[in-house]
């Protein structure tokens, strides 16, 4: 899971599958809540957490496939 991907890729079936998540709407719908209370942010639809502490737990406890 990157927060650098674009929303396609998120809801692509290929990532809910993988990712064991409910749906595309419900993968929109977590993004959109995450957006509206700052946790990330989205530029050219790149995605990155605002807070860079919770960005390194987040790292420390699921590994190295998120970029700071």
Do not use: C, M
């Not at 990712?19 to 993004?31: E, G, K």
């Not at 989205?42 to 998120?66: P, Q």
């Amino acid at each position: 899971l990157s927060l650098h991907d674009a929303l396609p890729i998120f809801t692509s079936s290929a990532f809910i599958k993988r990712h064991r998540l409910a749906s595309a709407s419900a993968v929109q719908s977590a993004i959109k809540k995450l957006l509206d209370k700052d946790f990330i942010t989205e530029i050219n639809k790149t995605y990155s957490l605002t807070d860079r502490l919770f960005a390194l737990w987040i790292k420390t406890v699921y590994g190295t496939g998120f970029r700071l």
